[in-house]
Nanobody
Framework: QVQLVESGGGLVQAGGSLRVSCAAS????????MGWFRQAPGKEREFVAAVTKNGGNTYYADSVKGRFTISRDNTENTAYLQMTNLKPEDTAVYYC????????????????????WGQGTQVTVSS
């Protein structure tokens, strides 16, 4: 089992940048596929980005492609989501999630494939 703690959320103006982090409790962090999801008020949780366990492949929602970058540092047991050119519609609680290694690219996009979740961090983008 792995515990995840997000940090780095906050308030930023439209067009600004923010980086959120996800610290994992286990030294076997490198074993897990990692994903970021978000949930805005009144909306369902949606996929944002994901990265394979060795960082070699990344996946993005169309809405963030070209603006967000997911990465991980397996020596620090931490995953990151760098967000640039933020828009008001990016306002949401951002959650990181971990999964046993996912084999097929299509599986990274589904929240129910991730067994472990952090508590979330609020990102608010003002217009």
């Amino acid at each position: 089992q792995v515990q995840l703690v997000e940090s780095g959320g906050g308030l930023v103006q439209a067009g600004g940048s923010l980086r959120v982090s996800c610290a994992a409790s286990r030294r076997t962090f490198s074993w897990y596929s990692m994903g970021w999801f978000r949930q805005a008020p009144g909306k369902e949780r949606e996929f944002v980005a994901a990265v394979t366990k060795n960082g070699g492949n990344t996946y993005y929602a169309d809405s963030v492609k070209g603006r967000f970058t997911i990465s991980r540092d397996n020596t620090e047991n931490t995953a990151y989501l760098q967000m640039t050119n933020l828009k008001p519609e990016d306002t949401a609680v951002y959650y990181c999630a971990a999964s046993e290694p996912l084999r097929y690219s299509g599986t990274y996009y589904r929240a129910d494939n991730y067994a472990y979740w952090g508590q979330g961090t609020q990102v608010t983008v003002s217009s």
